[in-house]
């Protein structure tokens, strides 16, 4: 479903010069699973996944989603994904309802179709008492719930979270996380970026550790676990982090 | 692009800017209560204005009584009514001491001593000085016995002897304050009002002396304006409406633009919309469309409100004296509207595509706002050249984005159809280009990364150079490019103002090789070089001297000068017709071509005029500023702006437009062969081709080559132009080489490879 292969991404930069913020990144997921990209602040998750939403272009590498390259189709991958990251807000003068139904009508569903979902969405995501409210009275949480709506609501069978918990307080977030367990539980395949240790360890079916725009160590959390001999992801996390960062001061 | 997407970008970015208070209170509250308030307070001041009357100290009064025959100049405390051309402005002067009870009035006694006296002068002067009167009205002692004599001597002209003479006798005097607006103006009032009255004078006397009154005044001369009331109306208002409307149409433009571009990414929802399915180009052209429609309103809700203020305050204006019967002060026609109207539509296209763009590139709000001012740095000179006098809709302004369209515009206002349909065409296809390169620009803005997410960084100059230098990379990038541009043209106008700051007015051939070196080698060479060194990994490629041209790559670019220079020479021909050379132009040119004729070697023109500008405008136009432009990732574009920039280079418009059309031609040479020694055959063979043509064009006007061989090719009126049949020949020898060249496969850049593949894919899907 998701194919990302060798994915480069540099940007200039003042004071580093050339800044690679991916290196060479290769992953791939598959329907009905939760890919995880942990990796702390500044490791190139958001350009990564950036790149997967066609909204950046890699400097070399190539990845595909559902078939369609993301650079040179970059309309049919959006039309096949739903993305939500820490930077997609809501508009603030637009109420819940015309929020997703504006972009339910920019996927190109039909008038009655988009209704029918869009009641299905409201009443799943407990979503109908905020239908009318602008999205600047919004309060973190109900912004969150109209942002899933938002990516959700052409029903794309591959779903994009970047850092999507991130500013939320325990219950949202937690109502979150259920959320993206039920859509895998339905069969789309999911990428999920995060910087916190549990949500990976609780969401996620495999994942890797992206540090300085390196994939550091690939698998499934038990295989992570005996591989690196540590029960404790966090630790394990440390361990790898720590370990690249001697190797790359050794050199 | 499907237009359904951006129908709905549309409706989604007009329904959020309905929803915002500011921008409803720019183009609704600002214009339904400003043109009110306005008005209101021109009104306020139109009443205040009525009580205001100059005054008027006249001393020595007394001299003009007692002459029964003498037509009344003073009435009361003011001028006699018959004295002005309209009464209602009698009032605007106000007489003191014009008759003896004024001065024997008790409040009065302070200021205004006896007249008649010498003290009296001094103190009215003193008055004056202290700007208690406007004007000082002096008819000193003496002058009643002038007024006497001189009608004497009319009437006894049969004896001129018994009058004495009347010319040592004094005459009136008037003192003002030239530096006091109101004294100045009540000093021409008060002179106009004399000179009626001296006329009435002179009259009378005449009528006594039974002179006929035409021998002072042998005719009458009475100009007749032929403007009708309507057009006087349109001449005034056509002058100020286009300018207004302009100006509304871009604050229209400017403020929305902000929102919804650095809006939008301060509120971070950008991220959101470019992740949908909506493409980029959507995106663009629903904002812009959002823009262009707040910038038709504001202009039209602006016109409304102030036609409507207008009319009431014009109508309670007529009725204040001080205003009426001024022409100028009535409602424009209603078919200039109707023009107004029309012509917004392109210029908000135009304004909000500008708007659109600058706004994309902003981070903040804050920072959006900013950009205004260089926006309308760009902008207002061109509409305040329309505003310069003598200016006209011609051919040549006509092509001048924006000032051709209000030029346009002001004709269609003042009723002159006839004259001005003939340049309809012009400034609507310039006015088309402008808008879909400004459309184009917007657009680009919204495929650029480095646009889209732009981060703060501190500005550091040394460290930005650092970064170009250390980070370069194999060719130059489009900022590098344009750099270079703005690099050549800033050297060569320094090195201009200082060259003929050192020439003596007398040119001479070593002087000139000098200037046209430097020109070449500094001004051109030299930038393009050391950028290329500077700034790039892979200075042969940059300037494509990486490998060598095929034979029949430099063959065709050989006889493709062949082919065009006679097209070239016609088509310049036709540029000096449109946009002819001012005298003194044509003595620069005239000078510069004898000077190079007194060159000591005949080849020395050819390496200065051919060789050396093939080499270096080559280096410099085709070497790095393509190779930077190549990176926009459409090959036409690169070439075009290209062209445009080496047009720039050159030194008058003439040569300009002729430089920009020959840029194209070796633009696709330079694309298709990959090469730039084609581009420098091509470039010194038609430098060549034209010293060659100047030498023989100046045979033919000294009649040496009279039925010569050359007739065949040339005119023999040594204007240096072909025959029809060589430009027939070569048009289509010209179109073939050309058409050869496109078919050439050519090594698209990585943005042009992927262009391709993209538009390749969309034809597909």
Redesign the interface.
Known sequence: MIEARALTKAYADLRRGQFIALDGLSFSAQSGEIFGLLGPNGAGKTTALRILSTVLQPTSGSATVNGFDCVTQPDMVRHHIGFMSANTAVYDRMTAWEMVEFFGRLYGMEQEQLQERMELLFERLQMQNIRDLLGAKMSTGMKQKVSIARAIVHDPPVLIFDEATSGLDVLVARALLDTVAELRDQGKCIVFSTHIMREAERLCDRLAIVHEGKILAEGTIDQLQQEHGKKDLEDLFFDLIRNQDTTAAIH | MNW??VK??FA?EM??QL??RRTLILIAVVPLLLYPLMGMSIFQLSQFLRHEAAKVQVVGAEELEGHAWLPPLLDGEQFQPILFDNPNERKNLALRGATQKAVDGAEHAEHDPPVGSKTSLEAARKLLAEGDVQVVLYFPEGFGKRLELVRQSLLNRAEPSATPDATELPEPQMFFNSANEKSRIAQLRVERVLRLWRTGVMQTNLRDGNVPLNAARPFELKPQDVAKKRQRHAAVWSKILPFLLFVWALTGAFYPAVDVCAGEKE???L??L??????RKEIAWGKLLTIMTFSIVTALMNLGSLGVTGKIVLEQLSKVSAFAGQDALSLPPLESLVWLAIALVPVAALFSALCLAFAAFARSTKEGQYYLMPLLVIIMPLMFLTMSPGIELNLGNSLIPITGLVLLLRSAIEGQYMQALPFVLPVVGVTLICCLLAIRWAEEQFNR??VL?RES?RL?LG??FV?LV??RGNTPTLVQGVLCVAMILIVQFFINLALSARSSGQLDFSFLAQTVFISQVVCIALPAGLMTLLFTRQPRKTLMLDRWPKFSHLAVAALLAIFIFPLGAQFSQWVQQLYPFTPEVSAQVTAFSETMAQSPRWWLPYLLMAVLPAVCEEIAFRGFILSGFRHMGHKWWAIGFSAVAFGMAHFFLQQKISAAALGMVIGLLAVQTGSLVPCMLFHALYNGLTLATGDLAGQFKEDALANSFWEMFLVADGSGMFQTWVLVVCLLGAGVLLGWLHRLPYLPTDEER?QE??ER?LAG?
């Open positions: 359904n997407n709905l970008i989604r329904r959020d929803r915002d509120r971070g929802t991220e959101t470019l992740a949908s399915p909506a493409q990364e480095s997410f960084e550091d460290r930005w970064h250390r980070d992927l593949v993209r894919q899907a």
